[in-house]
């Protein structure tokens, strides 16, 4: 599910379905605070009921629960406590591209307890990005994978055709990026972060760059902006500061009493950027912000996803009836006045390049993956002293410590990237190799085969008019119905078929956009 499409009320609908069918003793697991009680949250919005029933166990939010049905938890907290917790019959995993694939950890380390307390107990997870950098998906089939396969998602442009998402923009505009080029890579995959650090702090690239934001953003009003480090943070901020944009910096070193103070004095209006490492990557949940500045060059699909979803957030607007309004929609569904904005879409700048690395957001991929049976042969290799196993992305090998020699860097670029530098993909044009047709109750379906594709296209009675007027053959009557127009052999040549159509995929929602007919084809 995409930033901002309601992970959390996913979860609640689980915890409500599992104990109302079930009976089941649940936890929901994450690693910070703020998406504990966003989860938390979302189950008491979503069934009210069963409060009395939630539980929370993390020692930043000072509650130790243990006995409740349901406990929202941190991981870090957690991870050791399994006798405590004592029997789940599910577990769910918010963020479970933090699962690693091999070795022990946090989140493996509680499954394994967890299980041997109850060997039947599931395990479901939630993230907006199922991939990771050191063994590509999150879902497989070997023994080492949690999770086995993706039994539920949603398309980044299904939510923002359905009003659920904004749109997001961007700019066909070169902007200013650091070289990293030269920049080492650590064994997880990603840049080493004080080397990058070191070259994408330059004074005047750091000048040039805030000057280009506040020019594109314009008279936007809310603006995240994503560092590498403290220094890098830091730089930017004096530059935004000193041309008069207020600006909150938040870092690992400021006080939690300091950070949660300029979070609510963000969120009331008194900033307009907001400069932040990883903090807004997961669990700040604010849906105002209509820029998003990338400053940090990664090796990461999940990590530029989930930069780009802090934007992709409909602001909520509460009418004067009182009634919440968290869709897209113009006007109020209770009292039908109309909705006012200020955010209509977001405004991606992207300072690293990573458009242009990966493709658009709504289309990243893993380039290294272990879904079904076996491995695919580029993501291993083979250690030559002891015939194990090792991703490709371990510089020793894990079983005899051999050091392999030293290759290219792995190419994480997505075949969809393009010179466009959409955020999210465009329309694509197929040839339409058939057209064919068929009857459902009272309405036309026409099908328009493209290769292995195919897309169709719904008629009732008010649209076969209309149909038959535009692509007829000649002057031929209009059928009254969708039975006569199989009874007169409409569709059998008599109108003009498609020789090519231009089709906007947004997941199980495929929109035909437009179409080109041949010129022999006119009657």
Partial sequence: VPPGGGKSPIGAMLIKRFREKYQSRIGIVTHVKELIMQNYDAAVDYWPEAKKDYGVYSAGLRCRDTEQPVIFGSIQSLFDKAEEVKKLNLLIIDECQRIPLMGTGQYRTLIADLLKINPKMRVVGLTAFALRLDCGSVCGWTENHILNEIIFEVAWKELIARGYLVPMISTSEKLPKADTSNVPIAYKGDFIKDALEAVVSDAALVRAQVKDLIRLAGKRKYWCVFCVGIKHATMVANELRASGVTTALLHSEISDAERDQLVEDHKAGKYQAFINI??????????????????RDTESVSLFGQGCGRGSRVEKV??????????????????????????????????????????PVDKLRATTSFIGEEPEKNALRICPECDNENHVRFKECQYCGFVFPK??????????????????????????????????????????????????EKFDRSRLFALISIRRKGDIPVPANVSEFFKNGYDQGKLREPVEITVDDCGRIKQIVSMEFSLKQAG
Avoid at 334 to 347: E, M, S, V
Avoid at 419 to 438: A, C, E, N
């Fill in 278 to 295: 990883n903090i807004a990557i997961a669990g700040y949940d604010f849906d105002k912000f209509d820029v998003v500045a990338l400053m």
């Fill in 318 to 359: 509460i009418c004067s009836c009182g009634t919440k309004s968290v869709e897209m929609e113009d006007a109020c569904q209770n009292c039908g006045l109309p909705i006012f904005r200020d955010k209509l879409d977001c405004l991606v700048l992207d300072f690293a390049g990573l458009i242009g690395k990966f493709g």
């Fill in 407 to 456: 290759q290219d860097r792995p190419n994480n670029s997505n075949p969809l990237a393009s010179l466009d530098h959409h955020v999210i993909s465009g329309p694509q044009r197929h040839k339409v190799d058939k057209t064919t047709y068929s009857k459902v109750g009272e309405k036309l379906i026409i099908h328009y085969w493209c290769g292995g594709a195919k897309f169709s």
